[in-house]
């Protein structure tokens, strides 16, 4: 069974810059999961998707930050201008079940290096 | 709010010794606990998941216990090897606050020389 799969795996821009992360899913998990993971510290949520609709957005800042899921199957996430402090490694999940908390599955994350 | 912490941040020990990798969190009304291996430059790598209703899980050299009333997890693992050497997260899932989402402590760095 393929795993989380992420694109591009390394990007560097310059600050006010856009970026652009893909991510596809294992087949057939129905929830999605952006994690930003800042050097040293662990994984923190960003934004996470059941099918195609937001379930939690709480900690994305929404005036750079959007993602978006369309036919419930592949996603993105975007950075509009990109910050400094944007630097991280953005790491996609995912997870089959909704009836109860389960595993979650995760690629091997895109590092985005902001300068 | 929960919080989760791991002590030691770092550990650096010889090939074969047992290792304890603890973590604690603030708030004891968690689905589960799930602990993860980070290797350097890649993804999240699942170990062990105990449910609330469990004291412990174990994988070959790994066990992972929880005491959901004391809001602790140890990681253990049996005579360590130079490939053990990752970082390990614990994170847990609280029952409130949005469904099965996963709150991560900063993570143990472990090194393991021959």
């Known amino acids: 069974e393929a795993g989380v799969a992420q694109s591009p795996r390394y990007k560097i821009i310059e600050k006010r810059q856009s970026v652009a992360f893909w991510c596809n899913p294992i087949?057939?998990?129905?929830?999605l999961y952006w994690y930003q993971q800042i050097l040293g510290q662990g994984p923190k949520l960003l934004i996470q998707f059941q099918n195609n609709g937001v379930v939690d957005d709480s900690q994305l800042p929404k005036d750079r930050f959007s993602a978006e899921r369309l036919k419930g199957v592949d996603s993105t996430l975007k950075i509009q201008p990109a910050k400094l402090e944007d630097s991280a490694v953005y790491l996609c999940?995912?997870?089959?079940?909704?009836?109860?908390?389960?595993?979650?599955?995760f690629g091997e994350g895109s590092r985005l290096t902001v300068l | 709010k929960q919080e989760v912490t791991q002590i030691p941040a770092a550990l650096s020990v010889p090939e074969g010794e047992n290792l304890v990798l603890n973590c604690s969190f603030t708030d004891s009304a968690i689905y589960n606990l799930q602990w993860f291996r980070q290797d350097p430059g890649k993804g999240l790598t699942s170990l062990l998941l105990i449910q609330s209703s469990q004291r412990e899980q174990t994988s070959g050299r790994l066990n992972a216990s929880l005491d959901k009333s004391s809001g602790r997890s140890t990681l253990y693992i049996a005579a360590s090897q130079p490939g053990d050497s990752a970082t390990y997260l614990c994170?847990?899932?609280?029952?409130?606050?949005?469904?099965?989402?996963?709150?991560f402590g900063a993570g143990t760095r472990l090194a393991v020389h021959p």
């Open positions: 994170a847990v899932r609280p029952i409130s606050g949005g469904y099965n989402k996963l709150i």
């Open positions: 999940a995912s997870s089959p079940d909704r009836q109860t908390p389960g595993e979650l599955f």
């Open positions: 087949s057939g998990h129905a929830t």
